[in-house]
């Protein structure tokens, strides 16, 4: 069967659909609240007069405890299935020159239990959120200031924060300056981290866009060619296959973004893009959460909600209707040609009709037209004509201005949705100092206001602003296809199959999948296979559709592509995945199921059980690596002016097969390197 073989053993979606008519927040199951009693739960013991607070998760598999230790420095610990992860580390916040995790005193906490269903997209329909959360009040004896320290505790992590109200200021109205944290992460030996990198200090924290590499732990204070600081997430495999963990941050709003520095004995302690000058915030001080996610294996890893979580519900006003909010697929110009004139997207726009997809993407440049609003609002009238929603690209300097409420930005928007464009791809924040971060809350609230839908790009990674902005469609963030265009790349094969278990596991993320004229060193049906693998509700395609529709080396996958769906109901990691060397996915959408895999540099089989499958009879539609077959001059497969192959100027090519599979049996499947496939089951009819 040419690379697969069979074993046999003994319409498009919105996710917050469902809550229209009503405010689209959390279904809420159950809030408890009580003081604090001295119970086994909540006070391990006292020690040098000081009490150590042990909260546990619902079913007792996380533990984590909150102590001051001899020198009044307040620190935490956490332990995941009774093995000690974060061994102890300090915390604290600096501000006005005062460090408030020194010298301290913790009071009696309060406790409270979430338990709550909401709508979700991405790799499943409904999250829970189900946790134990503490709130300490601590005292910083030298000044007397009073703040509070939050822990929550879920079975899969642990996630803290700091809420510092402003010091004589009873309203909570006046500016605080905040120097940094010494908020830090002390982790045991012998684990294996997965960090990404980018050979210039310029760009690699501006637009996370490093390449996924791995090392030991011990490594990182000085793996790093410009300095050792990391952005979130950083992930570590357990020695002996006991799990994972990652560490990063959630819900970032009105407070500068973290990243990580290490230094030494397998600490990581928060850093800021501001470095010593610090950063301002109005009113009380409430941080975003230090996390620490926990999984037993890879799918809990890549399909937690921990981080969303952590996030608030969207305002019920602000969201009252979101009837404009819809995933979808979308043409794009930019990666093959560049922008074009407007007869150029006026056929881009036909393609998108023709695709059956939602969306075309119109970028850098259409301001230079002549009349360029007149002319994208003759765009958005057409594309409107066949059912095409239109996005516009903005650069952040052009409305970045927060002058009275951002003013220029809020005349763009109004501009924006007058012509009757779906959403804007902001470009270029390159950071995410607290100047970016207000930038983009203000950006995703008053796109709201107006019905519009927004893609970062340029951007740090996810920490779950979408969960309270649902208008944020995607975001980049990650090293993605465009990549194997530039001098740097291109892309490798293990950085994809790094990437589901990595950068994904916070969230949806712009790669921009498939580019069959550039793959760099993968085969054809591995650059179809990054659609399905990569989450993004809003799923841009880098490929020219004319090469999409009409070449003949990939043509034959064209029906599955149009399939596939860009938000699931359900996502599992099969056997066979390993991180930067193999993912394996399945992912459902009602009765359809989709099986990706992305293969590394070394070759192998992958074994595909279908015991996923309901009862019954599918089809499966596959299109895999014919292993047998000629090499493919890619620079000859279609349209691609701005390509940079490099030395990789042929690629395996893709053959359809279909066949009967029923929840018994196998695939196996041949993978060269770099090798791809995907498998579309559908009950069958």
């Not at 045991?188 to 310029?202: D, H, I, S, V, Y």
Request: aromatic share 8%; charged share 20%.
């Amino acid at each position: 069967m040419n690379g697969v073989t069979r074993q046999t053993r003994s319409t498009l979606w919105n996710p917050l659909q469902s809550l229209q008519g009503v405010a689209p927040t959390i279904v809420l199951v159950g809030v408890l609240l009580q003081a604090c009693v001295a119970t086994a739960q909540s006070v391990l013991s006292t020690q040098n007069n000081e009490t150590i607070h042990t909260a546990l998760s619902p079913d007792g598999s996380v533990s984590a405890r909150l102590f001051v230790d001899e020198e009044l420095r307040i620190r935490y610990q956490a332990s995941f299935r009774g093995r000690q992860i974060v061994r102890p580390s300090v915390l604290g916040i600096t501000v006005e020159g005062v460090d408030l995790g020194d010298g301290v005193k913790i009071g009696p906490p309060t406790k409270s239990v979430i338990n709550e269903k909401y709508a979700t997209r991405g790799h499943h329909s409904t999250a829970t959120n189900h946790c134990v959360e503490w709130k300490f009040p601590i005292t910083h004896m030298t000044s007397g200031r009073h703040y509070a320290v939050h822990l929550r505790v879920y079975d899969d992590g642990v996630a803290y924060r700091y809420v510092v109200p402003n010091a004589g200021d009873h309203l909570g109205t006046g500016t605080q300056h905040v120097d940094g944290e010494s908020s830090s992460w002390k982790l045991p030996a012998g684990l294996k981290a997965w960090f990404f990198e980018r050979n210039t200090k310029k760009w690699k924290l501006k637009s996370y866009a490093g390449e996924w590499l791995a090392a030991d732990i011990d490594q990182l204070p000085t793996i790093s060619p410009s300095d050792p600081v990391q952005g979130t997430p950083i992930v570590f495999e357990l020695p002996e296959q006991q799990g994972f963990v990652a560490v990063t941050k959630a819900a970032t709003y009105n407070y500068s973004g973290m990243r990580l520095r290490a230094v030494g004995e397998r600490t990581f302690v928060a850093d800021f893009s501001e470095g010593d000058q610090g950063f301002d915030v109005a009113g009380t001080i409430t941080t975003p959460w230090r996390v620490t996610l926990f999984a037993d294996n890879l799918t809990e890893l890549a399909t937690s909600d921990l981080i969303n979580n952590l996030n608030p519900a969207p305002d019920p006003e602000l969201f009252a209707d979101t009837s404009y909010i819809k995933s979808g697929r979308c043409v794009w110009s930019w990666e093959t040609l560049g922008l074009g004139s407007p007869q150029t997207q006026e056929q881009f726009i036909d393609w998108a009709a023709k695709l059956g997809f939602e969306y075309s993407l119109i970028d850098d440049g259409w301001k230079d037209w002549n009349d360029p609003w007149k002319t994208a609002a003759s765009l958005c009238s057409r594309a409107a004509q066949k059912n095409v929603g239109v996005w516009l690209w903005v650069h952040s300097q052009d409305i970045i201005d927060p002058t009275n409420d951002y003013a220029i930005m809020r005349v763009y928007f109004d501009r924006v949705a007058a012509i009757g464009a779906a959403g804007l791809k902001i470009d270029f924040m390159n950071g995410e100092s607290k100047e970016l971060i207000d930038f983009e809350i203000a950006a995703l609230k008053h796109a709201a206001e107006r019905r519009l839908m927004i893609n970062f790009h340029g951007c740090h990674s996810s920490t779950g602003e979408s969960r309270t902005y649902p208008n944020e469609m995607t975001r980049e963030g990650v090293r993605g296809i465009e990549v194997n265009k530039m001098k740097e790349g291109p892309l490798t094969a293990s950085h994809n199959a790094a990437l589901p278990f990595t950068r994904f596991a916070v969230g949806h993320a712009d790669y921009t999948p498939i580019l069959y004229t550039n793959p760099g060193p993968t085969t054809l049906a591995h650059q179809l296979a990054t659609a399905v693998a990569f989450l993004s509700p809003l799923q841009v395609f880098a490929e020219h559709p004319d090469t999409m529709m009409k070449s003949p080396h990939v043509k034959d996958a064209l029906p599955v592509l149009q399939a596939m769906p860009t938000v699931w109901d359900e996502t599992i990691v099969l056997p066979d995945s390993k991180i930067g060397e193999m993912t394996v996915l399945a992912r459902r959408r009602g009765d359809d199921w989709f099986v990706a895999i992305l293969n590394g540099p070394d070759a192998r089989n992958a074994k595909v059980a279908l015991d996923f499958l309901g009862d019954g009879k599918y089809t499966a539609t596959c299109i895999r690596d014919d292993l047998q077959g000629a090499l493919v001059n890619v620079e000859r497969i279609g349209v691609n002016q701005k390509a940079d192959r490099k030395q990789w100027t042929h690629a395996v090519p893709m053959r359809l097969t279909t066949m009967a599979v029923n929840a018994d049996e196998s695939l196996v499947v041949e993978m060269p390197s770099g090798g791809g496939f995907v498998a579309w089951i559908a009950p069958k009819k």
